[in-house]
């Protein structure tokens, strides 16, 4: 799974003067079932989180307000996305490693994911992450 796997996915707007409406289904809008969510806020200035990769995990993730930056890093390729609008997220395929940096004020960043939280998941070292990614490409 390349980077190229992972792209914004505009979600629908329904425009209304008392405010408008977005909503999000699985399967239909992002490629996968979602069995989780969850959000990150009061994030202080000049914090970083993520730093680790997830070997299943499907994931798009939103800015619901304000806006922070995320960095996705494949084990050749890296590329830095901004969000900063709650109608479209970017989706994060399964092997991918992340940085996320940049949090405006006031920032919440939803998550919409297709497992439930497990620590097994994860890839905390990125050395092992760009093994793994390596074993990958060559069919192991
Ligand atoms: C990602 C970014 C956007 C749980 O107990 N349940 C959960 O569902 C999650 C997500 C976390 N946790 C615990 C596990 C750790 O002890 O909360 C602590 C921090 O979790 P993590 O290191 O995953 O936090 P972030 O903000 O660095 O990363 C999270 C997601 O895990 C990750 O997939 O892409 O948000």
Not at 48 to 71: C, E, P
Not at 112 to 131: I, M, N, T, W
Request: with cysteine.
């Amino acid at each position: 799974m390349g980077i190229e796997k992972c792209t914004f996915i505009d979600m629908p707007i329904i425009n209304d003067p008392r405010g408008n409406l977005t909503f999000v289904e699985g399967q239909r809008h992002i490629p996968f079932d979602i069995k989780r969510v969850y959000y990150l806020y009061d994030v202080p200035g000049g914090a970083h989180r993520g730093g680790h990769g997830h070997k299943q995990l499907h994931q798009l993730v939103i800015a619901m307000s304000g806006s922070f930056d995320i960095v996705l890093d494949d084990g050749e390729r890296s590329r830095r996305y901004h969000l900063n609008r709650s109608y479209y997220g970017l989706y994060i395929a399964p092997m991918m490693w992340r940085e996320m940096d940049n949090f405006s004020s006031g920032s919440v960043c939803l998550v919409l994911a297709s497992e439930p939280y497990d620590e097994s998941d994860y890839f905390r070292e990125y050395d092992v992450f760009k093994a793994a990614t390596v074993l990958k490409k060559a069919g192991g």
